[in-house]
Nanobody, 124 residues
């Protein structure tokens, strides 16, 4: 099992930036992709971004965050980041980090390990 711990959430004004971090531990060698999801009150959890954990480091984004958010990983591949720029009130949600055993993973069911989430609130 992979353990995931998110950090970096908080309150920011519209147009501002935040960087989320997700630190991994445990059976990290079993993960081939890492992703970020978010869940707003009363809404379903939705895909935000994902990165291939292996050498190619391919990235994938939801249309709603393309050009504003960037997913990346540390050189040691123990941490995954989500840089969020030009934040909008619609980005307010709990953000979750997740790990998948497959290299290409963007669906909720592709990810088997989840963090506890970190709250991001964007004020207008």
């Amino acid at each position: 099992q992979v353990q995931l711990v998110e950090s970096g959430g908080g309150l920011v004004q519209a147009g501002g930036s935040l960087r989320l971090s997700c630190t991994t531990s445990g059976r990290t060698f079993s993960s081939r992709a890492m992703g970020w999801f978010r869940q707003a009150p009363g809404k379903e959890r939705e895909f935000v971004a994902a990165i291939n954990w292996r050498s190619e480091g391919r990235t994938y984004y939801a249309d709603s965050v393309k050009g504003r958010f960037t997913i990346s990983r540390s050189v040691a591949r123990t941490t995954v980041y989500l840089q969020m720029n030009s934040l909008e009130p619609e980005d307010t949600a709990v953000y979750y980090c997740a790990a998948a055993a497959m290299a290409y993973a963007t669906g909720l069911r592709d990810f088997g390990s989840w963090g506890q989430g970190t709250q991001v609130t964007v004020s207008s």
